[in-house]
């Protein structure tokens, strides 16, 4: 049987705010980037999140970003390398220490950090120094054929090839911005039939037609998506009617 980890972004309410259905969502997931206070969450979001996942038997990952609450974290920023690998080390330390045994399935960067990365290749290779100086076993995960993987390959951590259900590509892999108005897909039928046919021939039909060749280790689903909830459920029903099994990813 064919098998994929399923991913989403939680963990990014603060304080008095709340954002997401993280609660209706852990459950029906395999995986979850929570974010580590610089771009959302709080140490008490943090702290539920970690334990909620924990409990349903979720894989744990942290989601470091840029340091930008206003902004989502979707604000590039210029940063030296070694502050990047810094801050990450920061971020995902924190994460840790609040799960039970001390270890986290992977780290995923969030944002324009993660988008920036996919082209930078000092950038990526600094946010895999800093996962690394935390634990050189912690996989990440990378937007498919980026600079991401590249990175992790040179600094010499595991990795998992990403791909994403509701976001619209462009020719060349990268991720449509979403300051266009077909970045994201919102209908939840349409994500799933798009993941199943990624999955089953290991390609992504860009917004321009291009076939885009990738072998997706795991599917992200953003958790702020307002269809997040709709297209988690009709997912996971379409990959079990398709005998392609939802599981945590094992490097």
Do not use: W
Not at 154 to 163: D, K, L, N, R, T
Not at 176 to 197: G, H
């Amino acid at each position: 049987m064919t098998k994929i980890d399923m991913n989403s972004d939680l963990g990014e309410s603060f304080g008095r705010y709340s954002l997401g259905k993280d609660s209706e969502i852990i459950p029906l997931v395999s995986s979850v980037n929570i974010a580590c206070g610089y771009h959302a969450g709080d140490p008490d979001v943090m702290a539920q999140t970690v334990k909620l996942a924990e409990e349903a038997g979720v894989g744990v990952g942290a989601h470091p970003g840029f340091p930008d609450l206003q902004g989502f974290g979707r604000r590039q920023m210029a940063m030296k390398p070694d502050e990047v690998q810094h801050m990450v080390t920061y971020q995902v330390g924190a994460l840790l220490a609040f799960t039970s045994d001390k270890k986290l399935q992977h780290v995923k960067p969030h944002g324009a950090l993660y988008n920036m990365a996919a082209k930078d290749h000092n950038l990526a290779v600094a946010i895999c120094k800093g996962i690394a100086q935390v634990d050189e076993n912690i996989p990440i995960y990378g937007l498919a054929n980026s600079e991401l993987i590249s990175a992790a390959k040179e600094v010499g951590i595991p990795y998992a090839q990403e791909a994403f259900g509701d976001r619209n590509y462009n020719a060349d892999g990268t991720l449509v911005s979403r300051s266009l108005p077909d970045a994201v897909i919102k209908e939840p039928k349409k994500v799933a039939e798009r993941v199943q046919k990624m999955i089953e021939n290991q390609e992504i039909i860009g917004l321009d037609g291009t076939k885009i060749p990738l072998k997706p280790d795991t599917i992200c689903v953003h958790g702020d998506n307002r269809a997040a909830l709709d297209i988690v459920e009709e997912l996971r029903k379409t990959l079990t009617a398709a005998n392609i099994e939802i599981t945590p990813f094992k490097n």
